[in-house]
């Protein structure tokens, strides 16, 4: 038996894979360490998706390497989307690689990892339209929060977006094997499950009878008695309907949150980035929304510098995020992804991209601030997430803030707080974005 280290880059879905590859090698007898020096195997899981996450991954694995050279770590297997995207490049590229796997062969990873303790080398590429095999997790999160995969691979085939090439078609998972993950997760301690997918909004409609299972789903996690919060990622603007808006507005456990990526507002980029819509249908999107449910925060994401986009388009799309005021947004310049129709279309300079970029960065920190602002002396619900050494203090998030991409709310208390517990407190500060309070309660 041997030590094996992870690294899991990039977005929560990959974390999820990344979790589940872990289980599979504790599960056939090794040992899954948290520090990858003495690893005799380090695994490293990639994101391929743009090119700064191209850049990290290529990284990790360089730093490795050097960890390799002086006899830290053994050998080095790279998984996920980059191995997916550039096969032939790191097997002659970087021989301090000693194996590659697939986006189609995460379940292969116990068998690649005995190949190369023997000596032998790995390339395996299975099919990345396969079912997904269900199978347990090692959780990476704190204990009491947990992202939960609903389905893999997209359909959407928007004109900038290399994933179907690298995750395959869309696939659900059965309805019964989600809540039956949703039940462990909830018994070992998850208190917040936040629902991810390439695209959370198509779930089931690949299944037999082709319906959209999402409303059914979380009506379902929200009958979990230890699930307190609920909240849902990457819902597409054009798959909303009357019912999932009902679900969200009545479910007490969904959060007042969506996370919806618009990516743009000129129904010229829209239509040259292969998406359906148009600003006035986000418009009206939004109104209902907000309508429909009071309290309602929207995340977004943009991208800017788009082929198409000339100074018209860019000054509308920063003319409806001021009319929107939507509470998060990203942005995000243009990158243009061999292997992609957008990547052949002309495109503003990078440089263009980045400028524009920015300026939408300072937009929606002027806004930010106002809806910081907003919260001063109101008193709201907190999941305590950990403890700053540094700063000596607890901090946590309200339902506005999602791990890992929104903000925190620092917190003042006159007792000990617990990691995962939730408190209630009231709001007496904004400092650089981020809340501080004072709990006036722990709920539970």
Not at 183 to 193: F, I, N, P, Q, T
Not at 291 to 303: D, E, F, H, K
Not at 381 to 409: K, N
Request: charged share 30%; net charge negative.
């Amino acid at each position: 038996m041997a030590n094996i280290g992870f690294i899991s880059l990039g977005c929560a879905k990959n974390q999820v894979d990344c979790e589940r590859m872990m289980y599979r090698v504790q599960e056939a007898g090794h040992t899954v360490k948290s520090d990858i020096v003495g690893s005799d195997v380090v695994v490293i899981n990639t994101c391929g998706f743009i090119d700064s996450a191209k850049s990290e991954a290529i990284d990790f694995i360089l730093q490795t390497a050097a960890l390799k050279a002086e006899g830290l770590v053994g050998k080095i297997l790279v998984t996920g989307c980059l191995s997916q995207r550039y096969q032939d490049e790191i097997t002659l590229q970087m021989p301090e690689v000693d194996g590659i796997l697939g986006t189609g062969s995460y379940t292969e990873i116990v068998p690649a990892i005995e190949k190369l303790l023997h000596g032998d080398s790995v390339r395996e590429f299975g099919s990345i339209d396969a079912p997904e095999q269900e199978t347990g997790r090692i959780l990476t999160t704190p204990e009491h929060y947990a992202f939960i995969k609903i389905a893999e691979g997209c359909d959407n085939r928007c004109s900038y977006c290399i994933i179907p090439y690298l995750r395959g078609k869309f696939r659900s998972r059965q309805i019964d094997d989600v809540l039956y993950e949703a039940r462990l997760l909830a018994d070992s301690g998850v208190k917040e499950l936040i629902v991810v997918a390439q695209d959370t909004s198509r779930y089931g409609t690949d299944l037999p009878g082709h319906k959209r299972l999402l409303p059914e789903l979380l009506r379902r996690l929200c009958e979990i008695e230890q699930l307190h919060w609920i909240r849902l990622h990457y819902v597409y603007p054009d798959e909303i309907d009357e019912e999932l808006i009902d679900v969200l507005a009545t479910e007490p456990k969904l959060l007042k949150y969506l996370d919806i990526p618009i990516q743009h507002c000129n129904s010229k980029i829209l239509k040259l980035m292969n998406r359906r819509g148009d600003g006035a249908f986000l418009r009206d999107l939004f109104a209902k929304l907000r309508a429909r449910i009071p309290g309602l925060v929207l995340r977004t994401s943009v991208i800017t510098g788009l082929p198409g986009e000339g100074e018209e388009e860019f000054e509308e799309l920063c003319r409806f995020l001021k009319e929107q005021r939507l509470e998060r947004v990203g942005a995000f310049p243009f990158s243009p992804e061999e292997g992609t129709p957008a990547a052949e279309m002309e495109y503003p300079d990078q440089s263009v991209a980045q400028e524009r970029a920015a300026m939408v960065e300072s937009i929606q920190s002027r806004i930010m601030d106002d809806y910081a602002a907003g919260m001063l002396g109101k008193t709201v619900e907190v999941l305590v997430d950990g403890y700053d050494e540094e700063y000596e203090q607890y901090y946590g998030r309200t339902y506005a803030d999602s791990p890992d991409i929104d903000g925190r709310v620092w917190l003042a208390s006159d007792d000990d707080l617990s990691e995962g517990s939730f408190v209630t407190v009231r709001i007496d500060g904004v400092t650089d974005g981020d809340l501080s309070g004072f709990v006036v309660e722990e709920a539970l």
